[in-house]
């Protein structure tokens, strides 16, 4: 074993002494330097300014808003690199004493940005700094936040080190959010013709039972279950089960809903399958679908069963893609849930509102907080917080939230909207001297 292990040894000095003859050591030295001229940008403790964690000194420091500025959401501070540079390593001193936790990330342009190392645990700060290092990351700004300090409110940063190798020009992203207007969209089309075409809808609605089938239990039994459209009773939704040939199942109902509905009570009531992707679900299907000892018919008294509020939006689906929100409109449409709070996208409807009263991009990022702070946010409670949103939130979030009002018209959920609750910025009053401020 020792003898092997020594061999294995001297295998690989051989091999690390040949990557050093194949690769110039010229372009190791190189990527290995040290990025001067950078320029830092951050809200700031008076007399903490942000220039103060690349002036050279590790004594002087660069602090977050204090406390009690009213400010002190603003955690983070960018750098910017004077061109592109390959980055090779990233050193963080904080003042030595806590412990810190922090997320760096990297952009090329400054507009989006990539988390590319970060500190979790709870190892004191020394003066040797951290060292993080990095391979492929490109970049022409660097952002860290600041996230948790022991001991104290403020994060500092008393020196920030970049090494790498400057491969060209700052690059700058001239884009600007750009959301298509809804009548622009496939989603209106798609809208138009399924409110329309009463055939073309029950064809949709059918073909999205079957899916769903496959999403649940597997393509596998697709094939076992038979849906079909049946008239609603009195304005209530209804679904009935019956044997269907050779050992399926037929469901019926007046709507998607309806329908989710029969197969989950289906599955829970004769094959003991429970489906919930939030928690934890029980899809072992029995060997064969048993058969029904009777026609089941069931039918609602409720014409709303509604679903979510504010606080599950951020505290469980803050950065929900479309893979979990498919998921939950399934369950929701199983469970019978025909009316679903929806905020999705919902910051698009600020932005633009909040530009036709002047104010730019950036004012308005700084305005609205951080996904994971949307209730307190959406509840008048808070604004910035956890924020800004990268650009491209805007045309993703609302695509988003097209995808999912499709589909909750092909089940027949109704998505309900966050009207105005009646917060602005708290400079509006400097934009519009003669607004009144209603306490
Ligand atoms: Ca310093």
């Excluded at 983070?76 to 806590?98: A, C, H, M, R």
């Excluded at 649940?216 to 849906?227: D, R």
């Excluded at 050992?247 to 989710?260: S, Y």
């Excluded at 094959?271 to 018919?297: G, R």
């Amino acid at each position: 074993m020792h003898k092997l292990r020594t061999l294995l040894c001297v295998a690989f000095s051989t091999l690390m002494a040949l990557s050093v003859v194949t690769y110039p050591e010229v372009s190791l030295k190189a990527a290995q330097s040290k990025i001067e001229n950078i320029t830092a940008t951050a809200k700031s403790s008076s007399g903490h300014d942000a220039s103060l964690a690349v002036d050279g000194n590790k004594n002087t420091f660069y602090q977050t808003p204090s406390s009690n500025s009213q400010e002190d959401h603003y955690r983070s501070i960018d750098l910017q690199l004077d061109g592109l540079y390959n980055l090779s390593e990233i050193k963080i001193f904080n003042n030595v004493g806590p412990y810190y936790n922090y997320q760096i990330y990297a952009s090329k342009t400054g507009s989006s940005f990539e988390k590319v190392a970060y500190k979790d645990d709870e190892t004191k700060a020394t003066t040797a700094g951290d060292s993080h290092a990095l391979a492929g990351v490109e970049a022409s700004v660097i952002r860290i936040n600041l996230s948790y300090t022991s001991g104290m409110m403020e994060g500092n940063l008393a020196e920030v080190e970049v090494y790498g190798e400057r491969i060209g020009d700052k690059q700058v992203d001239q884009n600007k959010i750009e959301v298509d207007n809804f009548a622009d969209t496939k989603w209106k089309d798609a809208y138009d013709k399924f409110a329309n075409d009463q055939a073309y809808a029950n064809s949709k609605t059918l073909q999205e039972m079957s899916n769903l089938v496959g999403r649940v239990i597997g393509e596998a039994w697709t094939g076992k279950f038979t849906f079909e459209m049946r008239d609603d009773l009195e304005g209530k939704d209804i679904f009935e089960l019956e044997n269907g040939a050779e050992g399926t199942i037929i469901i019926r109902g007046n709507n998607g809903v309806a329908m989710a509905s029969g197969f989950n009570y289906y599955l829970r009531n004769y094959c003991k399958v429970d489906y919930n992707p939030i928690f934890a679900s029980q899809l072992q299907m029995p060997e064969s679908l048993p058969a029904l000892d009777k026609k089941i018919v069931k039918e609602t008294e409720y014409d709303y069963r509604y679903a979510l509020n504010f606080c599950t939006y951020s505290y469980t689906m803050a950065f929900w893609d479309w893979n979990e929100y498919e998921a939950f409109l399934d369950w929701a449409a199983m469970s019978g849930i025909n009316t679903v709070l929806d905020i999705v996208g919902q910051e698009e409807v600020v932005r633009r509102t909040l530009q036709a009263y002047g104010y730019s991009d950036t004012e308005i990022k700084e305005y609205i907080s951080g996904p994971g702070y949307f209730a307190w946010y959406y509840m008048q409670n808070m604004t910035g917080y956890g924020g800004p949103l990268p650009d491209n939130w805007f045309e993703s979030r609302v695509e988003l939230g097209r995808q999912m009002h499709d589909r909750m018209q092909t089940y027949g959920i109704t998505p309900v909207l966050s009207g105005f609750s009646g917060m602005v910025p708290s400079n509006f009053k400097t934009k519009f001297a003669d607004a009144a401020v209603i306490a």
